[in-house]
């Protein structure tokens, strides 16, 4: 694996962070919502992806935000990225089932 240089992994981070935020607001019937990385906007989804090489520790903040939604322990990026791509897709898939159900 590459390793992440420590601007891009502070990069990474705020990204992160910006994701989570951003999941949070995350309404129904709205496409998932996207942050800057890197210079472009791309969906919060590629940012979990993108700090799958971060052990770095979370903020206890951002901790507290993803363990009030899945009751995990792993307080690393990397962990928290997996957890919030789980909570992406369920979100997903809650927005699929409001548009098949609606007349």
């Known amino acids: ?16 962070h910006n994701a989570v935020s951003r999941f949070q607001a995350w309404t129904a019937d709205v496409g998932e ?19 799958s090489n971060l052990s770095h520790p979370l903020p ?8 009030k939604e899945t009751q995990k322990t792993d307080e690393t990026y990397r962990g ?3 957890r919030l791509l789980r909570l992406i897709e369920r979100r997903k898939d ?3 089932r409001r548009k098949t ?3």
Do not use: T
């Open 60 to 67: 206890r903040a951002v901790f507290a935000i993803l363990y």
């Open 1 to 16: 694996m590459a390793e992440v240089s420590e601007s891009n992994s502070l990069e990474l981070r705020i990204a992160f």
């Open 101 to 103: 159900l609606r007349p």
């Open 33 to 51: 919502p996207r942050v800057k990385l890197r210079g472009r906007f791309c969906p919060i989804s590629e940012v979990c992806e993108a700090v």
């Open 80 to 82: 928290a990225g997996r």
């Open 94 to 96: 809650e927005i699929r």
